[in-house]
């Protein structure tokens, strides 16, 4: 298994087996018999390791690609260990429960939708950080959803579009700052350039969220669980402006382009000072609270679901899918297979529009293979970097098409990092919440109408594209 032996280039079949088998794996096992996800994607990646060893590569070669998949995807990994801190910390603290019980007091379920996704694309936009946004307020409007008797899959498309819209526009974003660089464009260029196709889906999806929020009007079942929450809520927490300073401080932290880890940590500290203060807590709640999770003991069985989640342990189930899917990755990048379809692609793309349609499934493919935000932007903007410069067509055509065909492609997928944490974060299945994350599918079928019909399709008119007014 160890011996040094030929490799070979896989042929097309073989580079595109290990997507075959995954897509059967995890469409038939998770799609009709709910089997874990987990053991699909190491059965995916086992049968792509043994592609591997056909192909000359020996063990040793396929655990350093996992090791490198994995290694990248370790700054993701403890972000999302730190939102299961953060979570539990602001729940003792109270934070949270004040925003839910402020939140049914002032919005009406029939503009739930609407102001869910606007609220969390302007945090998102002012934070950089989709995941960030999704963990703080996304966890609140999901309790107010529960108190006003929304269905939870559209409360969560809302948040995620809404989180993933600013994300994606925003200069404080890593993938928004990855994409040009990947492409070769200038960052505010690749900005402006993106509105042409994330604005009209972002439209679209509020569209749909006015229109839908109408069959939410009023219920008895509603006013009745909304009372209940709230009343629950305002005798088991205390209230007080003060509260709101640890989401002021995420806020600084992501504006000032801090480090995102150390913001989450000295939030959560704060908020363990504010729990132990005004909500009575004692050092040894807060810390079991950031640890497994905080434990709602109000005895209203809505209220406890609601508000029992949280801690970092609660976000092992999210990093072990992560070693699997990453696992997957690693093999198929390490021997070549990712490469040869790619290429493919790039073979038959002969009018602008074919390029753009093949840039737009070879990001849907790498995120599926992949499940990476990040290589969803890295390796079909550095594949297709020559593509665009030779056919004269600016690099911000690019980097905006790797946006639209990855960054917000990713939370759609189940295995993915990005799906199986806001699946986690919010409660609510990728499957029941995708459709109404209308924002995140619907760019890319901007991006591809643009390029058949020339719409919004820059020329390039200098040989350097990092400087602004490219």
Not at 59 to 88: F, N, Q, T
Not at 315 to 320: P, Q, S
Not at 436 to 446: E, L
Request: aromatic share 10%; glycine share 10%.
């Amino acid at each position: 298994m160890t011996e040094k032996r030929d490799k070979r280039q896989p042929t097309f079949f073989e580079a595109l087996l290990p997507l075959i088998l995954m897509a059967l794996f995890l469409g038939i096992g998770y799609g009709v018999f709910r089997l874990r996800a987990e053991i699909l994607l190491i059965a995916a990646a086992f049968c792509s390791g043994l592609i591997g060893l056909r192909l000359g590569y020996n063990w040793k070669d396929l655990e350093e690609g996992i090791v490198e998949s994995i290694a990248k995807a370790m700054p993701a990994m403890l972000i999302v260990i730190c939102v299961g801190l953060l979570i539990g910390s602001w729940i003792a603290a109270g934070t949270i429960p004040m925003l839910v019980f402020y939140g049914l007091k002032i919005i009406s379920p029939k503009f739930f939708l609407l102001t869910a996704s606007l609220v969390c694309s302007v945090v998102s936009l002012f934070t950089g950080t989709s995941w960030g946004t999704v963990g703080t307020m996304g966890v609140a409007f999901m309790g107010i959803a529960h108190g006003l008797g929304i269905p939870p899959g559209a409360a969560a498309g809302a948040i995620v579009a809404g989180s993933y819209f600013g994300d994606k526009i925003s200069p404080f974003s890593d993938t928004t700052n990855l994409a040009p660089i990947a492409a070769k464009s200038n960052l505010f260029d690749h900005i402006r350039h993106m509105l042409w196709t994330t604005t009209p889906a972002w439209l679209l999806g509020l569209i749909v969220y006015f229109i839908a929020g109408y069959s939410y009007g009023s219920s008895s079942v509603e006013s009745q669980q909304m009372n209940v929450i709230m009343e629950t809520v305002k005798t088991n927490f205390q209230f007080n402006i003060l509260l709101l300073l640890p989401p002021a401080i995420i806020l600084y932290f992501a504006m000032r382009k801090k480090p995102t880890i150390p913001g989450m940590i000295i939030a959560s500290l704060v908020a363990t000072i504010l729990g132990l203060i005004f909500q009575k807590t004692n050092m040894v709640e807060m810390v079991n609270a950031m640890t497994v999770g905080y434990e709602s003991k109000t005895g209203v069985a809505v209220v406890d679901k609601l508000f029992s989640r949280g801690g970092m342990a609660g976000m092992m189930h999210v990093t072990l899918i992560a070693f699997c899917a990453f696992s997957f990755a690693g093999i198929v990048q390490k021997t070549g297979m990712l490469d040869v379809l790619l290429n493919r692609l790039l073979r038959i793309a002969k009018t602008t529009g074919s390029l753009i349609l093949s840039v737009v499934i070879s990001g849907i493919a790498v995120a599926l293979m992949t499940g990476s935000s990040f290589l969803t932007i890295l390796i079909p903007g550095e594949l297709f970097s020559p593509a665009f410069k030779a056919r004269g067509l600016a690099a911000k055509n690019l980097s905006r098409t790797t946006e639209d065909s990855g960054t917000v492609i990713v939370p759609l997928i189940p295995w993915s990092m990005a799906g199986v944490f806001m699946a986690g974060t919010l409660g609510v299945s990728t499957v029941s919440y995708l459709p109404w994350a209308v924002m995140c599918y619907t760019g890319f079928i901007f991006a591809i109408i643009y390029g058949y019909t020339g719409f919004a399709i820059a020329p390039k008119i200098r040989e350097d594209e990092t400087i602004i007014g490219s």
